[in-house]
């Protein structure tokens, strides 16, 4: 049923903002994405480090991908506007700018212009010593609320905006096999904080939502919080945000097959298939990953970390000592 998804990158075509006035549109230029193998040939050498840093935290990007006329002579186009990059998920145009004050104040005016010419085109001035401010604006700035360096970062594995897609694709998908019945969520804490309320709200069906928590020990698995509503004669989804060796997805099926619901099913947010020892169905998977300890999301590592808006791996100098469950 579930499709789970590779990590890669899909670029999209975006729209072209008209001129007011009637005036000609803004030249649509080739666009060069993120998503293509080769890297455009960048004008200064900041803009391939903001591209290296776009794609170290999987933010799609085009280079210089639309000029703007900002002005018009006698009928012709005679000041145009390239800005470097457009992000096309946070529908956002950055002109990089140096420290250099004649520059800045030359970009500034263009950027004003631009507004005044188009204000539905989203656009911001960047300093280079800004980049990691620009995240805060996409929902990134609890890395630091986590008080993680964004240098123990060792690799992003799914950007905000990634999990989001896949997300509301899982939340279609299971609406329209729900199709005229009601849903019981079961969540699995506490990882699947996140999750399960992204998931819930992409659901369009009737849902109820209830909780359970596990504790794993040397004479194996046991609730700690059970259910609070009874499941007999329910469509029941159990939600998971892991499923690793598979045990706690096992142990929770085994449990509420007892209690009799209509039907039960599994979706979890991210598998990580070559760990399993228990094999468990799982009926939607949002993303196969390789095996490797991911934080973020809901995910842990001793109760931190489960705030930042992407799933990473962290360097291993985060680890005091040996990893959790690996
Ligand atoms: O397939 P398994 O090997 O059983 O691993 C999966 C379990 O591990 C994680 O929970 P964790 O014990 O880390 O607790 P948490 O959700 O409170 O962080 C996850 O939420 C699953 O419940
Ligand atoms: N936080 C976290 N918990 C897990 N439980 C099983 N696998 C993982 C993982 O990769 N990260």
Redesign the pocket.
């Known amino acids: 049923m579930g499709e789970p998804k590779e990590v890669i990158r899909n670029p999209e075509p975006d729209d072209v903002p008209s001129e007011p006035g009637g005036a000609p549109s803004p030249a649509s230029t080739e666009s060069t994405s993120s998503s293509e193998p080769s890297k455009p040939r960048f004008a200064h050498p900041a803009e391939a480090e903001f591209a290296a840093f776009l794609d170290f935290y999987r933010i799609r990007w085009e280079y210089e991908p639309k000029a703007f006329p900002l002005r018009w002579r006698d009928g012709r186009v005679a000041e145009m506007f390239r800005p470097d990059f457009y992000l096309p998920e946070q529908d956002l145009y950055v002109e990089l700018t140096t420290m250099r004050q004649s520059l800045v104040t030359r970009k500034n005016r263009k950027v004003r212009r631009l507004r005044q010419l188009y204000p539905n085109i989203n656009i911001v001035l960047l300093y280079r010593k800004d980049f990691h401010e620009l995240l805060s604006r996409f929902g990134y700035g609890s890395v630091h609320i986590t008080s993680l360096r964004p240098d123990q970062i060792e690799r992003v594995l799914l950007s905000a905006a990634e999990i989001q897609g896949r997300v509301a694709e899982l939340g279609q998908q299971i609406s329209a096999d729900y199709a005229g019945e009601s849903i019981l969520l079961v969540g699995v804490l506490k ?1 699947i904080t996140f999750f399960l309320a992204d998931l819930s709200r992409a659901i369009t069906r009737p849902l109820a939502i209830d909780y359970l928590q596990l504790a794993h020990t040397g004479e194996g698995v046991h609730i700690t919080k059970d259910l609070d509503l009874d499941v007999r004669g329910q469509h029941v989804l159990l939600v998971e945000d ?1 499923v ?1 060796t598979g045990v706690s997805v096992d142990f929770v099926l085994r449990t509420l097959r007892e209690r009799e619901p209509a039907s039960l099913r599994v979706c979890t947010l991210l598998d ?1 298939a070559e760990r399993r020892l228990v094999p468990v169905p799982v009926d939607y998977v949002g993303f196969t990953i390789p095996n ?4 973020g999301y809901g ?3 001793r109760e931190l970390y489960r705030n930042l808006p992407f799933l990473c791996v962290l360097k291993r100098e985060v680890y005091e000592e040996a990893l ?2 690996e």
Do not use: R, S
């Not at 490797?292 to 934080?295: D, S, T, Y």
């Open positions: 990882g892991i690793n990580k490797e300890f991911v934080v995910l842990d590592y959790p469950g």
